[in-house]
């Protein structure tokens, strides 16, 4: 299993960004897409009790795929964590292509430690952030 640091999302943005998920799975027909809840994947594995600045909650996407921790990602613009992030979009082998809808921007909940095999998925351990004084 890999072990992974993701970023929760508050609950409208949870609920945005699951509407993106179904709408990629109509148009590509990737199941993998729904290996993971909506989430920001973190390139690096942090301790999730380090303190993490996340400044107002709120975060925008560059609209460009990448792969971090050898899932596909939706990038993040400026990240403030000081490490490469993206919003899962999918584990298939191949490139995906973009999905027509797009929500503007996330709002980050808390954090948490995963564990992924490519096939299945589960949240370890995990917990709240604060907005500006984040822990």
């Known amino acids: 299993m890999k072990k992974l640091t993701i970023l929760t999302f508050e609950e409208g943005s949870r609920l945005e960004w699951q509407k993106a998920q179904t709408l990629f799975f109509r148009e590509s027909g990737d199941y993998t897409s729904y290996l993971m809840p909506p989430c920001i994947v973190l390139s690096e594995l942090i301790d999730i009790r380090a303190w993490i600045d996340i400044g107002d909650g709120i975060l925008s996407h560059t609209g460009r ?4 921790s050898g899932l596909w990602c939706i990038g993040i613009e400026n990240s403030p964590f000081g490490y490469s992030c993206g919003i899962y979009l999918s584990s298939a082998e191949e490139k995906p292509s ?4 797009l929500p503007d921007s996330v709002k980050i909940k808390g954090i948490a430690e995963a564990e992924t095999d490519g096939k299945t998925f589960r949240i370890v351990q995990s917990h709240s952030l604060k907005r500006d004084t984040a822990r």
């Open 98 to 101: 973009l999905p027509s809808y």
């Open 65 to 68: 795929i990448e792969r971090i």
